[in-house]
């Protein structure tokens, strides 16, 4: 961990970050993989970096269904663990709880990236077994959190943020140009606009993602249809 937050010190480039987060930092923390969500406002985060797909997957679980260990970490501010998924009561997390078997994660740890009472996003660790961290695990991952907050405010020597041009990185734009125009199309809040994305996306299992780029390229449209159910969605040729 040492090494990990030095070379996060010296300000290394765009591809040494991805690499330390995704190697070095696990390694660190005995994980499996590592991720980074940004705060959004409204108490949401959006995945901004993640180092395998199958970390990939559960965030996009996460994000699609609007509830887990990250959003939790990111409303409360405070640490969010969770040693054993399939030990998890039903009415934490229901969506989630029905969702999460078939990934292969057993275990996940939040940590909330703050200054002050300002959240800045979560830092999660994910592990195929099941087991709490140790307490120097524990340690080092907030002291991760915390170097990481610098870097995305822009405050390690060179300025330079978590890399935003890489695959991995904000991964979810194209959901916010959805949720614009739905917001648009159905006369809607963004935020239910944004409720209404993701119920699709959840009825249709589907990630959100795809059903995201299914309206931007106008092959789904929704009705208005009825408030709390599943909208109907029409596909167009």
């Known amino acids: 961990m040492a090494q990990v937050l030095r070379l996060l010190r010296i300000g290394a480039g765009s591809d040494a970050i991805a690499h330390v987060v995704s190697a070095a930092g696990a390694r660190a ?8 969500s940004l705060a959004t406002g409204d108490d949401l985060t959006e995945p901004m970096w993640c180092s395998d797909a199958t970390t ?5 679980l996460q994000f699609t269904l609007g509830e887990g260990p ?3 970490a990111a409303r409360t501010g405070a640490m969010v663990w969770a040693p054993d998924l399939a030990r ?29 009472a300002i959240s800045v996003g979560v830092l999660t660790a994910v592990r ?6 140790t307490a120097q695990q524990v340690d080092d991952a ?12 822009g405050g390690g020597p060179r300025g330079t943020p978590l890399p935003e041009d890489s695959p991995h990185s ?13 917001s648009v199309q159905l006369s809607l809040p963004l935020s239910q606009a944004l409720l209404r994305l993701r119920a699709h996306a959840y009825s249709s299992g589907r990630s959100l993602t795809d059903v ?15 408030n709390g159910t599943p909208p109907t969605a029409v596909d167009k040729d």
């Open 29 to 36: 923390l005995g994980m499996d993989g590592l991720a980074v």
């Open 56 to 60: 990939r997957h559960f965030e996009d």
């Open 70 to 72: 990250g959003p939790d």
């Open 88 to 116: 998890i009561p039903f009415d934490r997390w229901p969506n989630l709880t029905m969702e999460a078997p078939d990934v292969d994660i057993r275990a996940v740890f939040c940590f909330p990236m703050s200054v002050g």
């Open 128 to 133: 195929r077994t099941p087991g709490p961290m």
């Open 142 to 153: 907030t002291i991760l959190a915390a170097a990481l907050t610098a870097r995305c405010l």
């Open 170 to 182: 904000l991964l979810h734009a194209v959901v916010h140009q959805a949720t614009g125009m739905l």
């Open 212 to 226: 995201a780029q299914d309206v931007v390229d106008r092959r789904l449209r929704m009705d208005p249809g009825g």
